[in-house]
């Protein structure tokens, strides 16, 4: 069982930037795609970024590209999420988490139900 650590979050102003990092435990760690995910409370956990287990593939949630960037040592068994030009709607827990399969099966990076080892989250508010 894989264990994730989040860490980073905190209070912003708008226009600001934060970097996320998810600290993995086990091994096998670089096998694995990763992803971003963030929820807000009354609403469902949204998809925000996933990267594969070698990194060369990422993919964005249309609302952060261009602003976000995942990326991932995999020596360091550590994901990251460098946020840039934060608004009021990036107000959410960042939870990150690790894929079921080693590869993407189409879109499935998408559903948070394709990932089955998930941190506690880590809070990041962006005041405006």
């Known amino acids: 069982q894989v264990q994730l650590v989040e860490s980073g979050g905190g209070l912003v102003q708008a226009g600001g930037s934060l970097r996320l990092s998810c600290a993995a435990s086990?091994?096998?760690?670089?096998?694995?795609?990763m992803g971003w995910f963030r929820q807000v409370p009354g609403k469902e956990r949204e998809f925000v970024a996933t990267?594969?287990?070698?990194?060369?593939?990422?993919y964005y949630a249309d609302s952060v590209k261009g602003r976000f960037t995942i990326s991932r040592e995999n020596a360091k068994n550590t994901v990251y999420l460098q946020m840039n030009s934060l608004n009021a709607e990036d107000t959410a827990v960042y939870y990150c988490?690790?894929?079921?399969?080693?590869?993407?099966?189409?879109?499935?990076?998408?559903?948070?139900?394709?990932?089955?080892?998930w941190g506690q989250g880590t809070q990041v508010t962006v005041s405006s």
């Open positions: 990267i594969s287990g070698s990194g060369p593939t990422t």
């Open positions: 086990g091994r096998a760690f670089s096998l694995y795609p």
């Open positions: 988490a690790k894929h079921r399969r080693m590869g993407y099966s189409g879109r499935d990076y998408l559903d948070d139900r394709t990932y089955d080892s």
